[in-house]
């Protein structure tokens, strides 16, 4: 999914809590006071914002809002003046795939 395009748009979308995190921005989320590394099913990770933390360790959908994060290049010594975009989700809602 082409996370760009869906700014503001609610998804579900499916993958598990990421036991390996990758270097990401963080965002601060007003209601959401948790974050998780999200693995996708298609090996992509993302960032997820929620209210409480998610005890499921197997694979799960997950709900909510698609937002974009911006900050500084994640590359040391990387000079560029043009902020990086990453895109997160604000969960609403998840429940166990099987």
Do not use: C
Request: aromatic share 10%.
């Amino acid at each position: 999914m082409d996370f760009s395009k869906q700014v503001d748009k609610i998804v579900t979308v499916t993958g598990k809590i990421s036991n390996i995190p990758w270097q990401h921005i963080i965002a601060s989320v007003n209601g959401h006071h948790f974050s998780e590394y999200f693995d996708l099913d298609d090996k992509y990770q993302i960032v997820i914002y929620l209210k409480s933390p998610i005890p499921e360790k197997g694979r799960i959908a997950i709900t909510g809002k698609v937002i974009g994060v911006q900050g500084g290049s994640k590359r040391p010594g990387d000079a560029k003046s043009e902020p990086y975009t990453e895109y997160h989700i604000v969960v609403d809602s998840w429940k166990p795939v099987l």
